[in-house]
C-alpha cells in the first residue's frame, strides 16, 4: 500500500521555525514534529529566501507554498 502524502501545516510551518532558530538539526526537527526528514529538507529548500534575504518563518513559508498551488 503506498504511502498519503499530508502536506505540513501552517502549525508545522512554525514549530520548524522555532526549532531552526534554536539550533535543531533537520533530523531532529522531524524526530519531533513526526515527519521524515527528507520532507524537511525539501521543505527548508523550497521555502527559506536566499541567505541575504533573510531565515526561514513558517506564515511566509506558509504564503510561498499557498502562492505555488494556484
Do not use: C, F, V, W
Request: net charge positive; no cysteine.
Amino acid at each position: 500500500m503506498p504511502n498519503k502524502y499530508k502536506q505540513l501545516s501552517p502549525d508545522e510551518r512554525d514549530m520548524i521555525a522555532i526549532l531552526k532558530a534554536r539550533g535543531e538539526t533537520i533530523r531532529g526537527i522531524a524526530r519531533i514534529i513526526g515527519r521524515n526528514p527528507s520532507t524537511l529538507s525539501r521543505e527548508l529548500k523550497r521555502n527559506t529566501p536566499s541567505k541575504n534575504k533573510g531565515y526561514y518563518l513558517g506564515h511566509k513559508a506558509q504564503e510561498r507554498a499557498d502562492n505555488r498551488k494556484i
